[in-house]
């Protein structure tokens, strides 16, 4: 058990390094191609904190940990808007731009219900089990394009964007791009093989290790850029991180895997872990909306709802 546990932290270090590495090499290669740096951010950078999750899924649904998939991308949302931004509006109030109130976070919580309604085929669908299908992934991705045309659209609107010199050669940028990629696959195979066997000694359910054991450590990207952020009073950085994150995860890190490989029938999820996934968006949004900002009275409510939620996690 102990090799089990020293493997998942090397695991985790190789997928965090290796998104770091991923980034800055994919960053530099767009930026030798000419691609605007405001669609760099949005894309590749979004990605990157995200490629850690899309890693983990790939590798857990290619060995069948059906439920690990699930979990992973449930798991990181809600640890993005209740930990990570409750931690951020804790440190400092954040302003949130009339733009992100109007657009950016309606699509959040539609790509969270999105999820929620496709999964719920005995209650919505008069089916025998609750699955995401290959066609459901398709759909899935389908909405991603809705968010990358938004995305292209925005970068189109800025018009005085000025050409930056590439951080590395083309050259070097490729070989980050490899090396980044290579952590990343490393790391999602020990994070995988290593979750699943700590699950089956200590007796838990994969539902379990997911959200709490892998949700965390996938998450730790996010959490770093979201704390530093703060403390720079980053504000746009920080909300665009955790919103681009949040719909990557779910588009992109369940969305490809299943398209690719097929459906999936996770065994273990509960009620409450859908109802807070869903929730947790509608939190951030109506916190949003009523006044452009989450302040720390709110930010504190986000964590006493995730201390709940994770305590519940192993009572239910």
């Known amino acids: 058990m102990i090799l089990n546990i020293l493997l998942l932290i090397v695991g985790f270090i190789l997928l ?29 950078v979004a990605f990157g904190t995200s490629a850690p999750e899309f890693a983990v899924s790939m590798s857990a649904l290619a060995s069948g940990s059906t439920d690990m998939v ?12 209740l930990l990570i931004l409750g931690i951020a509006a804790a440190i400092k109030p954040i302003s949130i731009k009339d733009n992100t109130v109007k657009k950016e976070l309606p699509l959040t919580l539609l790509i969270s219900t999105l999820l929620v309604v496709l999964f719920l085929d005995i209650s919505l669908g008069n ?8 066609a459901d992934g398709i759909v899935i991705l389908l909405f991603f394009s809705v968010f990358l045309y938004y995305l292209i659209t925005l970068t189109k609107q800025r018009k005085n964007t000025k050409e ?42 994969e539902r379990i290790v997911s959200l709490t054991i892998i949700a965390f450590g996938t ?8 704390v530093v952020s703060a ?8 909300v665009g991180n955790i919103i681009g994150s949040n719909i990557f995860n779910v588009c ?17 999820f509960q009620t409450i872990d859908l109802i807070v996934l869903v929730g947790s968006a509608l939190l951030l949004f109506i916190f949003s909306k009523t006044s452009k900002r989450i302040n720390k009275v709110e930010g504190y409510l986000m964590l006493i709802t995730f201390i709940i939620y994770y305590a519940l996690i192993f009572v239910i």
Do not use: C, H, W, Y
Not at 173 to 200: C, M
Not at 231 to 238: G, R
């Open 231 to 238: 403390k720079k009073d980053e504000q746009d950085l920080l």
């Open 164 to 205: 930056e010199k590439p951080q590395f050669k083309l050259g070097k940028s490729l070989l980050f791009v490899l090396l980044g990629l290579g952590g990343i696959i490393l790391g999602s195979n020990l994070v995988v093989d290593n979750a699943s066997d700590l699950a089956t000694t200590l007796g838990v359910s």
């Open 127 to 134: 089916g025998s089990t609750n699955q995401i299908t290959r």
């Open 252 to 268: 992109v890190v369940l969305g490809i895997p299943v398209a690719i490989f097929g459906g999936i029938t996770p065994s273990s």
């Open 70 to 81: 699930l979990g992973n991308v449930i798991g990181s949302n809600i640890l993005n808007i």
């Open 219 to 226: 998450s730790l990207p996010e959490l770093v850029t979201t």
């Open 16 to 44: 965090i390094k290796g998104a770091d590495v991923f980034v800055d090499g994919a960053s530099s290669t767009a930026q030798n191609f000419k691609v605007s740096k405001m669609l760099i951010g949005l894309t590749i």
